[in-house]
Nanobody, 117 residues
């Protein structure tokens, strides 16, 4: 089975940093596009960052210059480095995979990030 497990969320002060991890099993990262989404209560889930199977990255305008997505194919893990955090970054962050083993997409359970101002 495909499984995505996020970790690294927590409490951080505005201006601080946090690194999220997404450990994948049942898939090979080199065959999948991986992305991070976030969601706050009452709002739709929004795309934050994506990294393709080939390593190309893209970001939402709201996080450009502050967040960085990366992956370690050998460890089958995707990361989201979050710097200069703002209160508005507070959300549940989800890992998402699409590719050969997940044609309909696969979601992780999410990890809470709370930024205090």
């Amino acid at each position: 089975q495909v499984q995505l497990v996020e970790s690294g969320g927590g409490l951080v002060q505005a201006g601080g940093s946090l690194r999220l991890s997404c450990a994948a099993s049942g898939i090979i990262l080199s065959d999948h596009a991986m992305s991070w989404y976030r969601q706050t209560p009452g709002n739709q889930r929004e795309l934050v960052a994506i990294i393709t199977s080939g390593g190309t990255t893209n970001y939402a305008d709201s996080v450009k210059g502050r967040f960085s997505i990366s992956k370690d194919n050998a460890k089958n893990t995707v990361y989201l480095q979050m710097n200069s955090l703002k209160a508005e970054d507070t959300a549940v962050y989800y890992c998402y995979a699409t590719g050969r083993s997940t044609p309909k997409g696969s979601w992780g359970q999410g990890t809470q990030v709370t930024v205090s101002s």
